[in-house]
């Protein structure tokens, strides 16, 4: 088996420093911490423009005692939401009703919502409220906000986006330990086979081998990069030097670590770097953006 490779040669002694950039290209600029912070992104305008308006507090306000009282309409305004409908058929809008009650002698007003007929001007409606606590009263059957308490669906994107940036850490975590301590090999591919996802995407299974510590290393999985299995220069792999089962195939990695002649680990290209922290950037900025907001309105 080949065991020299110009770009991978012999790496400097552990403990190895680790610079800044490469640190940080392992810890956020892999696919699948993209993939979190792109989910996290884009889940924002969602949260933002449904979650806010959404009447969720129903699902506990309105679960035990409840009281009951006539009340009359005093406005009808009808929203830019709409509820239902489908691909051919717009759905009905959402109508933003305020009303009037009496409770012990004192007139209060409230406002609901619902995708309904507007009702006439003075029409009568039942109220209903958590017991002692009126300022909570809605019509029956509607709404305190824009939206249900079924929005909170959108909350799937961002715990989609969080569980993938979770699970990136871990994986950074140990290429980071390997790249600080872990022993260098030279792998051989075994098989490249595709597998049949979908039309748009591609993945293949691969099985591959290495020397480390006088044995013989085989193992399997999956890739996107069937590329870097089909190199004839060989797999460049870091491995625990007391467990060669813990492995990682740097050329498989989004962002391959860079080791200059000298065996040192370096920090990737800027423009390269930089690119990987447009989606970061993104999500932070959106963030710090939507609490500016949040505090002047």
Known sequence: MTTTRPDWPKLALAPRQIPLGAWLGLRFGQTLAQAGFAFLVFSLFPIAAFLVHADIASLWRFRGEL??????ITAVERTSATQGGGKHRRGTPVQRLEFEFERGGER???VSYGAIVPPELGASVKVEMPAGQPQFARIEHLRSDLFGAE???????????LAALALSQWHATKELALARNGHSALGRTLEVQRRVVSKRRRSF???YEFEAEGR???????????RVYEDPRGLRILHDARDPEKHWVVDDA??????????RIQSPPAGTLALRFVLPALFVLSLGGWWIYSLLT
């Open 67 to 72: 009281e009951t009282t006539t009340g009359r």
């Open 151 to 161: 929005t909170l669906l959108v909350l799937l994107f961002p715990a989609f986006g």
């Open 216 to 226: 013989t290393i085989r193992d399997d999985g999956t890739t996107q990069r069937p």
């Open 108 to 110: 209060l007003s409230g």
């Open 205 to 207: 299974d691969v099985a």
């Open 254 to 263: 989004s962002l391959p670590l860079v080791v200059d002649a000298m065996g």
